[in-house]
């Protein structure tokens, strides 16, 4: 097949069951490695969606609740001195706020002020912010600076940082760091083999061939994105990955599964936003509720994996040049599970 704008992989399901995948692009420009549905893509935003399911399994688990307050989780843990006194953190914001981005707490990354993630972090460097704690001072600066604090509370108001917070209530909740919890708890349970958080100057683990994401000057977008992924994006998977991911959580599909319940509830529109609707860490369609999705934009990136409850179909394109676009194949596959 061939494209004239794209660069990446993508690929259609039945379930588990392959329906169409290809790419198109380089996944390595320095050794002219052609993309390929079996590597591992970074997933920007879409990340949210693997953060989400991790906080809803705590909770199957009766570990935390949805309506708990996640200062009081923090400062409960057995580490709070990390998080420091966290008084820019109001107690009205709860774990269930955060997920559908109605706690009006302050986002160190507004991209509706900047898309630069430089300048986002006030010029640290990016292999300096590593841990979710170690973003809260660039949050309780914003906190500092608002004229009205908390002015977005009760309304949908898109956060990166709220679901940093929810990697910190992860880890204080598992006693776990957030990557390991993610690689023990969701993506090797869920069978995703190529789906991790990686470090971008570390060797991947084996059998995990990372692509390169490159910017529109040719660059790769190594200084552009933080050193490892976190609550809020930087997740690394691929299309059948995601297949299996969208499989193992459908409620319908694992009705007594602990998770069900409260996947349900994820997966029911909430709050509208962007011309969508939302539920609990998932994009859910306007125009057909019962697709539910994620996505996710960085310098290089551009993820997307929808999944229709109905026909038991997803789509997951990944792709890695900012000077392409994923228009052809969404011209060409997007009915696939529509």
């Not at 960085?298 to 994996?305: A, C, K, M, R, T």
């Amino acid at each position: 097949m061939h494209f004239n704008h794209f660069s990446g992989v993508f690929g259609t399901f039945d379930r588990t069951a392959l329906l169409h995948s290809g790419g198109a692009g380089l996944a390595d420009r320095n050794f002219s490695v052609p993309n390929d549905p079996s590597y591992s893509y970074q997933t920007a935003s879409g990340t949210k969606g693997f953060t989400a399911t991790a906080v809803l399994t705590l909770a199957a688990e009766g570990k935390l609740g949805l309506d708990d307050c996640v200062r009081t989780i923090l400062l409960n843990s057995a580490d709070p001195q990390k998080y420091g006194e966290l008084e820019w953190l109001s107690e009205t914001v709860t774990v269930r706020s955060l997920l559908n981005h109605t706690s009006g707490v302050p986002d160190y990354f507004d991209e509706a002020q900047t898309d630069s993630f430089e300048e986002a972090l006030q010029g640290g460097p990016n292999n300096q912010f590593e841990r979710p704690e170690q973003f809260f001072p660039l949050t309780e600066q914003v906190w500092r600076t608002q004229e009205t604090q908390y002015a977005f509370r009760n309304t949908f108001k898109y956060s990166n940082g709220g679901f940093v917070i929810l990697a910190a209530a992860v880890e204080a909740v598992s006693g776990e760091s957030f990557p390991d919890y993610m690689a023990g708890h969701i993506f090797r349970p869920f069978g995703m083999e190529k789906s991790g958080f990686f470090r971008l100057d570390g060797r991947a683990p084996d059998g995990v061939i990372r692509a390169t994401a490159y910017l529109e000057n040719g660059r790769s977008n190594i200084y552009s994105v933080p050193v490892i992924g976190g609550g809020d994006g930087g997740a690394y998977t691929n299309p059948q990955d995601m297949a299996r991911f969208w499989n193992r959580l459908d409620p319908e599909l694992n009705p007594g599964s602990p998770l069900a319940v409260l996947v349900e509830e994820a997966w029911t529109p909430g709050q509208e936003g962007e011309g969508n609707l939302y539920g609990l860490g998932f994009w859910i369609s306007s125009k057909n509720p019962r697709i539910v999705f994620l996505e996710g934009f960085d310098p290089g990136v551009q993820f997307f994996s929808f999944y229709n409850r109905s026909t038991k179909r997803s789509l997951t394109i990944c792709l890695n040049d900012e000077k392409m676009n994923c228009d052809e194949v969404f011209a060409r596959y997007f009915s696939e599970v529509e």
